[in-house]
C-alpha cells in the first residue's frame, strides 16, 4: 500500500507495525522492582521514582519549600538522600515507588483521566486491579478515539511524551463519512493553517485502495484533536479514530480494552527514546 509523505515521493504505508514480545510472564519479570537503595540518592531523583514529578519540576518544588527531609524544608539542591532520611511532600511521606509502565488498547466511550464524575467509566477504571502504584496517562486520545495508550507513574518519563518538543511520530487509523479524494489528500501533506498553526502530515494514505473512507496518517504534531482538526477542516466527519501506534509502541495482540505490561526491552527503548 503506498502513501504519500511530504517530500513528494512515494512510500509503503505499513499494514502492521513489528510486534514485541508478549511472552506471559510474572509482574516482577515485566515490571521490574527497584532495586534496594544502599548508597545516597539526589533528592529529586528520589521524588521522580515516587512518581510525584519530573526530576526538573522536583527541583522547582525543593526550591519552593514544598520538600522536608527528617522534619526541616530543604531548598538546597543536588543533595542527597538515603533510606532512612524521612521525606515529606506537603507533610505527606513519600516512598521510592517501583515504576510501571502500561499499554491500554483503549476502547470507545472511555475517558483519559484519572477521575471524572460525568464519565461512566475512565482508563484508570480499566487499569485499577493491574498494580498498587497509582498510575497515570500519558496524554489525552479523545472519549471516541481508540488504541493505544501508555499509563505510567514515571513522571519524568510523561514530563518528555507530552512536553511540545517531543516529536516522535504518531499513526492513526481514520474511518470518514465519505471518500477521501486525492486533492484533499495532497493538501494534507503539503500543510494547512489550521487557527494559526500550520499543519503538515508526515505521511498518508489509503488503507484500502477499493475503500477511500479509511486513511491512514502520520503526524508529529501532539496538538489536540489535530486529527479531526485537519478532517473537519476540509469538510469531512471522522466516524472512527484508532491511533495504531505512540511512542513506539503498538496494539498488536492487545485486544481492545486489555492491557499489558511493558517488557524490558520496551521500557529500555522509551527512556532511551530510540524509536521514531
Known amino acids: 500500500?503506498?502513501?504519500?509523505?511530504?517530500?513528494?515521493?512515494?512510500?509503503?504505508?505499513?499494514?502492521?507495525?513489528?510486534?514485541?514480545?508478549?511472552?506471559?510472564?510474572?509482574?516482577?519479570?515485566?515490571?521490574?522492582?527497584?532495586?534496594?537503595?544502599?548508597?545516597?540518592?539526589?533528592?529529586?531523583?528520589?521524588?521522580?521514582?515516587?512518581?510525584?514529578?519530573?526530576?526538573?519540576?522536583?527541583?522547582?518544588?525543593?526550591?519552593?519549600?514544598?520538600?522536608?527531609?527528617?522534619?526541616?524544608?530543604v531548598r538546597e539542591l543536588g543533595i542527597k538522600v538515603s533510606p532512612k532520611d524521612d521525606i515529606r511532600y506537603k507533610g505527606k511521606k513519600i516512598s521510592r515507588e517501583q515504576q510501571v509502565y502500561i499499554l491500554l488498547n483503549k476502547p470507545k466511550d472511555v475517558v483519559?483521566?484519572?477521575?471524572?464524575?460525568?464519565?461512566?467509566?475512565?482508563?484508570?477504571?480499566?487499569?485499577?486491579?493491574?498494580?498498587?502504584?497509582?498510575?497515570?496517562?500519558?496524554?489525552?486520545?479523545?472519549k471516541n478515539t481508540t488504541g493505544v495508550l501508555l499509563l505510567t507513574n514515571d513522571g519524568e518519563l510523561t514530563k518528555q511524551l507530552t512536553h511540545p518538543s517531543y516529536n516522535k511520530k504518531k499513526i492513526y487509523h481514520v474511518h470518514l463519512n465519505k471518500d477521501l479524494i486525492k486533492g484533499d489528500m495532497l493538501k494534507i501533506i503539503e500543510g494547512l493553517k489550521l487557527d494559526d498553526d500550520f499543519i503538515q502530515a508526515d505521511a498518508i494514505s489509503y488503507v484500502d485502495e477499493k475503500d477511500k473512507t479509511q486513511i491512514g496518517?502520520?503526524?508529529?504534531?501532539?496538538?489536540?484533536?489535530?486529527?479531526?482538526?485537519?478532517?473537519?477542516?476540509l469538510g469531512y466527519k471522522i466516524k472512527k479514530l484508532d491511533r495504531v501506534y505512540f511512542a513506539g509502541l503498538t496494539k498488536k495482540n492487545v485486544p481492545r480494552g486489555k492491557w499489558r505490561f511493558l517488557t524490558p526491552q520496551e521500557i529500555s527503548i522509551l527512556k532511551r527514546k530510540s524509536f521514531k
Open 217 to 233: 496518517i502520520e503526524i508529529h504534531s501532539g496538538q489536540n484533536r489535530i486529527v479531526r482538526r485537519i478532517f473537519e477542516s
Open 112 to 142: 483519559t483521566t484519572v477521575r471524572d464524575k460525568h464519565a461512566d467509566r475512565t482508563v484508570i477504571d480499566i487499569v485499577k486491579n493491574a498494580c498498587p502504584e497509582r498510575v497515570y496517562p500519558v496524554g489525552r486520545l479523545d
Open 1 to 73: 500500500m503506498e502513501r504519500e509523505n511530504n517530500k513528494g515521493k512515494k512510500q509503503k504505508f505499513p499494514k502492521k507495525k513489528p510486534s514485541f514480545n508478549k511472552k506471559k510472564s510474572e509482574k516482577e519479570d515485566i515490571a521490574k522492582k527497584i532495586s534496594d537503595w544502599k548508597e545516597p540518592l539526589r533528592l529529586n531523583k528520589f521524588i521522580s521514582n515516587a512518581g510525584i514529578c519530573s526530576r526538573r519540576d522536583a527541583d522547582d518544588l525543593i526550591k519552593a519549600g514544598e520538600i522536608s527531609v527528617n522534619g526541616k524544608i
